[in-house]
């Protein structure tokens, strides 16, 4: 995966954005503890950038985003959805991957409220932790989801 063809602005255009008021809740994952470490702080970082100050729900699993990111839905004007699937040698990965996009997806448009997609299915760990946003890393897809989030938010007021 590249950054080929990804907005080169994000912060600026987060800082220019008026989202005052804007509630946003952050729920993550909770395997692969130092790839969901860099997630949310790259999540939390654009919230600083966009003025939120943002809630923080640990789940215990990719799995379980769904129903929490649903739960959520309701309260807040935009989730913010955070996990790790690795690929292993069981079709596990199919399946949680499968789920947990069909999930945040049918949440965000069954709840018209935008879930910001930060989930990494990657093939192997190295991968994962080079989109996660930690020193060295070369994307901080934490960051680029709760900014999808919160632009989604402002281009629908």
Known sequence: MSKHGAPSNVADE????DLSGVKV????????????????????RAARDA????????VPGTFELPVAASHLAQSYDAVVALGVVIRGGTP??????LAATNGLTDVSVNTRTPVGFGVLTCDDE???????GLEGSSEDKG???FSAAVMTVAALR
Request: proline share 2%.
């Open 25 to 44: 809740a952050i729920v993550a994952a909770s395997w692969h503890e130092v790839i969901m470490n860099g997630l949310i702080d790259g999540a939390q």
């Open 51 to 58: 003025g939120i100050v943002p809630t923080l729900v640990r």
């Open 92 to 97: 596990h990965f199919d399946y949680v991957c």
């Open 126 to 132: 190295k991968q994962a932790l080079d989109r996660a």
């Open 143 to 145: 960051y680029e989801a």
């Open 14 to 17: 987060l800082t220019a954005l």
